[in-house]
């Protein structure tokens, strides 16, 4: 910023003002350039039926349409809601497994791969 810094020695006008901004990584997006990226985990019924899930953005969260059949891979992209006025947000969508069934649930899964 020109002319706002600190005054000059004997009254000679101010000097020029100089910032150093520094942006702290985070556990949730990663940039790169003007754009944003990270990563939700959905379940498998999500995966395979379609819905719509909620997304952490730099401004808030906001609702993303899966569509039916989304494979763990997919990257969707989230027009203007990179760093502001400069990028977009893509969103890594990978699908989180089931660790522990319950005997219904293992029975209904068997069902499932036999069909």
Do not use: C, H
């Not at 810094?5 to 949730?28: C, H, Q, Y």
């Not at 790169?32 to 730099?58: H, N, Q, W, Y």
């Amino acid at each position: 910023f020109p002319s706002l810094g600190d005054m000059g020695k004997n009254g000679t006008k101010a000097g020029d003002l100089f910032l150093t901004i520094r942006v702290l990584p985070s556990r949730e997006f990663r940039r790169r350039g003007g754009d944003i990226f990270s990563e939700v985990k959905i379940d498998l019924p999500t995966a395979v039926l379609g819905g719509t899930i909620s997304v952490p953005t730099l401004t808030g969260p906001v609702k993303l349409k899966i569509p039916a059949g989304t494979q763990t891979g997919t990257e969707f992209r989230l027009r203007a809601l990179g760093v502001p006025g400069r990028g977009d947000q893509y969103v890594l969508v990978s699908l989180k497994t089931p660790t522990s069934l319950s005997k219904a649930e293992q029975e209904l899964w068997q069902k499932l791969t036999r069909s």
